[in-house]
C-alpha cells in the first residue's frame, strides 16, 4: 500500500518544534508517510507580503492533509512595520493564515475536543459535600462554525458611503451611530448562512449520535443577537425533532455558559457555536483538562475530503527561543489522532492516546506547565521534562 503524503506546516515558534516531535510520534505508532514542508506564517509575510503563498495551497489541494504547528499574527499595523522594506508602501495588508486556509478551502467544520486525563495534576477540581474535593470527568466536543460569523473578514474602518448609507437603513443604527462621523466608525459584520449552519447543526448531531453523547447544546445569544443566533437555534430545534429526536438539544447563552462550565461540566456533551462563541467555549473548556498544553483541533470539508489538524496554542516566540524546549506537546500529539481518525487510521489514534493516557497516570514524566511552574528556562533543573523527554515517555509505551 502506498505511503500517505502529509503536508507538514510547522508555522512559527515552538509550533515548528511539536510538530517534529508529533512526527516522532507517528513514525513510533506504525503509521507511514511522507512528510512534504508547506510553507506558512511570519517569516513568509515579511519576506514575500504573504503568510499562506499559492505555493502552499496547491501541496493542500493536491495532498489534502495538513499537519499544522502554530503561527504568530499581529495587529493590522505591527504587522506592516515587520514588512522587508521593499515591500512596504506596496498595499499589502497582513491577514491569518489559518484564516485564509479555512476559507479558501472551505473548511468550515471546527470540531475540539476537550477530554480529560485521568491523574493529570490540571485537572479542574471543586469542592463537594462536606468540603470533599470533587474531580468531574470533562468529556466534550465543540463544534465551531469556522468560515463565517465575526471571523468572515466582512469588515470596514470608515465604510464607504455605499456601506454607511444601508446601514442608515437601520433604524437603530439611526438612533445611536448615525450622529458620528463616518470616519469615525468602525463595523464588523456577523454573517451566518443557512447551508454552513445546517452543515455545522448536523456535524454535531452525527458526532453526538456516533458517539453515543446524549445531547447537543447550542451555545449563541439569541435572546439579543436574533437574527444570527436565533436562526441558528431554530434550525437546531427543527432538524433535532425531524432527524435526532433521540438527542436531547440543550440551548445556552454563551455568557451563561462560561459560568456553569465550572459548574457542572460533566453535565455536557457535544456544544456546537458559532465562530467566535465557539472559539471562546472551546478555550474555556479547553482549561478545565489542563489549558492550551492539551487543546487540539480539527477543520475540515467533508466535500473536498481537504482537512488541517493543529493544537490551539500560539507560536509562543519566547520558548523558541530557549536552547532546550520546555512545551508540552501533547495538544500537538492529540491533533495528529484527530489527523489519524479523519484518515480511518482510528487503530493508531487509539494506541496514541493510550500511551499518553499511561505516562500522565503515571505522572513520573511533566512538562513545566503540569508540575504549575512559570515557564522559564530553569524548570528543566528543577524536575520538569523537556519536550523531547516527554515525547520519548509516550514513545516508550508504544
Same mark, same amino acid.
Given at each position: 500500500?502506498?505511503?500517505?503524503?502529509?503536508?507538514?506546516?510547522?508555522?512559527?515558534?515552538?509550533?515548528?518544534?511539536?510538530?517534529?516531535?508529533?512526527?516522532?510520534?507517528?513514525?513510533?505508532?506504525?503509521?507511514?508517510?511522507?512528510?512534504?514542508?508547506?510553507?506558512?506564517?511570519?517569516?513568509?509575510?515579511?519576506?514575500?507580503?504573504?503568510?499562506?503563498?499559492?505555493?502552499?495551497?496547491?501541496?493542500?489541494?493536491?495532498?489534502?492533509?495538513?499537519?499544522? /504547528?502554530?503561527?504568530? &499574527?499581529? =495587529?493590522? #499595523?505591527?504587522?506592516? *512595520?515587520? %514588512?522587508?522594506?521593499?515591500? $512596504?508602501?506596496?498595499?499589502?495588508?497582513?491577514?491569518?493564515?489559518?484564516?485564509?486556509?479555512?476559507?479558501?478551502?472551505?473548511?468550515?467544520?471546527?470540531?475540539?475536543?476537550?477530554?480529560?486525563?485521568?491523574?493529570?495534576?490540571?485537572?479542574?477540581?471543586?469542592?463537594?459535600?462536606?468540603?470533599?474535593?470533587?474531580?468531574?470527568?470533562?468529556?466534550?466536543?465543540?463544534?465551531?462554525?469556522?468560515?463565517?460569523?465575526?471571523?468572515? /473578514?466582512?469588515?470596514? &474602518?470608515? =465604510?464607504? #458611503?455605499?456601506?454607511? *448609507?444601508? %446601514?442608515?437603513?437601520?433604524? $437603530?443604527?439611526?438612533?445611536?451611530?448615525?450622529?458620528?462621523?463616518?470616519?469615525?466608525?468602525?463595523?464588523?459584520?456577523?454573517?451566518?448562512?443557512?447551508?454552513?449552519?445546517?452543515?455545522?447543526?448536523?456535524?454535531?448531531?452525527?458526532?453526538?449520535?456516533?458517539?453515543?453523547?446524549?445531547?447537543?447544546?447550542?451555545?449563541?445569544?439569541?435572546?439579543?443577537?436574533?437574527?444570527?443566533?436565533?436562526?441558528?437555534?431554530?434550525?437546531?430545534?427543527?432538524?433535532?425533532?425531524?432527524?435526532?429526536?433521540?438527542?436531547?438539544?440543550?440551548?445556552?447563552?454563551?455568557?451563561?455558559?462560561?459560568?456553569?462550565?465550572?459548574?457542572?461540566?460533566?453535565?455536557?456533551?457535544?456544544?456546537?457555536?458559532?465562530?467566535?462563541?465557539?472559539?471562546?467555549?472551546?478555550?474555556?473548556?479547553?482549561?478545565?483538562?489542563?489549558?492550551?498544553?492539551?487543546?487540539?483541533?480539527?477543520?475540515?470539508?467533508?466535500?473536498?475530503?481537504?482537512?488541517?489538524?493543529?493544537?490551539?496554542?500560539?507560536?509562543?516566540?519566547?520558548?523558541?527561543?530557549?536552547?532546550?524546549?520546555?512545551?508540552?506537546?501533547?495538544?500537538?500529539?492529540?491533533?495528529?489522532?484527530?489527523?489519524?481518525?479523519?484518515?480511518?487510521?482510528?487503530?493508531?489514534?487509539?494506541?496514541?492516546?493510550?500511551?499518553?493516557?499511561?505516562?500522565?497516570?503515571?505522572?513520573?514524566?511533566?512538562?513545566?506547565?503540569?508540575?504549575?511552574?512559570?515557564?522559564?528556562?530553569?524548570?528543566?533543573?528543577?524536575?520538569?521534562?523537556?519536550?523531547?523527554?516527554?515525547?520519548?515517555?509516550?514513545?516508550?509505551?508504544?
Amino acid at each position: 500500500m502506498a505511503k500517505r503524503t502529509i503536508v507538514a506546516l510547522p508555522g512559527d515558534g515552538i509550533g515548528k518544534t511539536v510538530l517534529k516531535e508529533a512526527i516522532r510520534v507517528l513514525d513510533a505508532s506504525g503509521f507511514e508517510a511522507e512528510y512534504v514542508h508547506g510553507d506558512i506564517g511570519w517569516e513568509f509575510w515579511k519576506t514575500e507580503g504573504n503568510p499562506l503563498p499559492g505555493r502552499t495551497l496547491k501541496l493542500l489541494e493536491e495532498h489534502k492533509i495538513g499537519l499544522f /504547528g502554530a503561527i504568530t &499574527s499581529k =495587529p493590522k #499595523d505591527a504587522a506592516a *512595520e515587520e %514588512l522587508s522594506p521593499g515591500l $512596504r508602501e506596496k498595499g499589502y495588508v497582513y491577514s491569518s493564515p489559518i484564516v485564509g486556509l479555512r476559507q479558501h478551502f472551505g473548511l468550515d467544520i471546527c470540531m475540539r475536543p476537550c477530554k480529560s486525563y485521568k491523574g493529570n495534576p490540571l485537572n479542574f477540581i471543586r469542592k463537594g459535600p462536606g468540603n470533599s474535593i470533587e474531580e468531574p470527568e470533562v468529556d466534550v466536543v465543540i463544534f465551531r462554525q469556522n468560515t463565517e460569523g465575526l471571523y468572515g /473578514g466582512v469588515e470596514w &474602518s470608515d =465604510p464607504p #458611503d455605499i456601506v454607511y *448609507e444601508a %446601514l442608515k437603513t437601520h433604524p $437603530r443604527f439611526v438612533k445611536n451611530f448615525s450622529s458620528f462621523p463616518k470616519n469615525e466608525i468602525s463595523v464588523s459584520t456577523r454573517i451566518f448562512t443557512k447551508k454552513h449552519t445546517e452543515r455545522i447543526l448536523r456535524a454535531a448531531f452525527e458526532h453526538a449520535r456516533n458517539y453515543k453523547y446524549t445531547s447537543v447544546t447550542v451555545c449563541e445569544k439569541p435572546n439579543v443577537i436574533r437574527e444570527t443566533s436565533g436562526m441558528m437555534y431554530k434550525m437546531a430545534k427543527d432538524i433535532q425533532k425531524s432527524d435526532y429526536p433521540d438527542i436531547e438539544l440543550w440551548n445556552t447563552n454563551i455568557d451563561a455558559q462560561m459560568m456553569w462550565l465550572t459548574k457542572n461540566p460533566e453535565n455536557y456533551g457535544v456544544i456546537v457555536a458559532g465562530n467566535m462563541f465557539g472559539d471562546i467555549v472551546s478555550d474555556g473548556f479547553a482549561g478545565l483538562i489542563g489549558g492550551l498544553g492539551f487543546a487540539c483541533s480539527a477543520q475540515f470539508n467533508p466535500d473536498s475530503g481537504i482537512g488541517v489538524f493543529e493544537p490551539t496554542h500560539g507560536s509562543a516566540p519566547k520558548y523558541a527561543e530557549y536552547d532546550v524546549s520546555i512545551v508540552n506537546p501533547i495538544a500537538m500529539f492529540e491533533s495528529a489522532c484527530m489527523m489519524l481518525e479523519f484518515i480511518n487510521e482510528n487503530e493508531k489514534a487509539n494506541s496514541i492516546r493510550s500511551a499518553i493516557a499511561e505516562v500522565i497516570s503515571e505522572g513520573k514524566v511533566k512538562t513545566y506547565d503540569m508540575m504549575k511552574m512559570s515557564g522559564k528556562p530553569d524548570v528543566i533543573a528543577k524536575g520538569a521534562a523537556s519536550t523531547q523527554q516527554m515525547t520519548d515517555a509516550v514513545i516508550s509505551r508504544l
